[in-house]
């Protein structure tokens, strides 16, 4: 492997927490998950059946810009330790197949690389992806609801 997965800005996910505005100012929504399809974009494992959990519009991106894409996402209503370790999260390991995309970086969607990219396929995929010299990051997201779960970084 030749990049790192990393979680969503921790900053802006601390930010969230305290105020509550999303990036669409926003309120986030407060929910009980039910400890399915609910991965949390910090610690990257799945919010546990039961607990609470913040759902808000956010932008993974630094600036605003055309392909700056706000989605719903999910987070640990309460602090959590977000992810930093080697390897594949935990909620990349079990959904099937994942829509990969590169950026450039000035944070812009490069052509041609957006796939569709099953989970044993997943680490090739990426690291591919890092051969070119163009790809600043990789953005992981849901094959079914395009929801923003990850970015690889090399």
Same mark, same amino acid.
């Given at each position: 492997?030749?990049?790192?997965?990393?979680?969503?800005?921790?900053?802006?996910?601390?930010?969230?927490?305290? %105020?509550?505005? &999303?990036?669409? #100012?926003?309120?986030?929504?407060?929910?009980?998950? &039910? =400890? =399915?399809?609910? /991965?949390?974009?910090? *610690?990257?494992?799945? +919010?546990?059946? =039961?607990?609470?959990?913040?759902?808000?519009?956010?932008? /993974?991106?630094?600036?605003?810009?055309?392909?700056?894409?706000?989605?719903?996402?999910?987070? *640990?209503?309460?602090? *959590?330790?977000?992810?930093?370790?080697?390897?594949? /999260?935990?909620?990349?390991?079990?959904?099937?197949?994942? !829509?990969?995309?590169?950026?450039?970086?000035?944070?812009? +969607?490069?052509?041609?690389?957006?796939?569709?990219?099953?989970?044993?396929?997943?680490?090739?995929? +990426? #690291?591919?992806?890092?051969?070119?010299? #163009?790809?600043?990051?990789?953005? +992981?997201?849901? %094959?079914?609801?395009?929801?923003? !779960?990850?970015?690889?970084?090399?």
């Amino acid at each position: 492997m030749r990049f790192s997965i990393e979680p969503f800005n921790h900053k802006r996910t601390t930010e969230l927490r305290n %105020s509550g505005r &999303d990036d669409n #100012d926003q309120i986030a929504e407060k929910q009980i998950s &039910d =400890g =399915g399809g609910n /991965p949390c974009r910090s *610690c990257l494992k799945h +919010i546990p059946a =039961g607990e609470m959990m913040l759902v808000a519009g956010m932008r /993974p991106f630094e600036r605003l810009n055309p392909y700056a894409e706000c989605g719903p996402v999910f987070f *640990c209503e309460k602090g *959590c330790t977000p992810w930093d370790a080697q390897g594949i /999260p935990p909620v990349l390991q079990n959904t099937g197949d994942y !829509l990969v995309k590169a950026y450039s970086a000035d944070e812009r +969607i490069i052509y041609g690389t957006g796939q569709i990219t099953p989970t044993d396929d997943l680490t090739g995929y +990426i #690291d591919q992806l890092f051969e070119r010299a #163009d790809v600043a990051f990789v953005d +992981i997201r849901s %094959s079914r609801n395009n929801c923003f !779960l990850a970015r690889a970084r090399r």
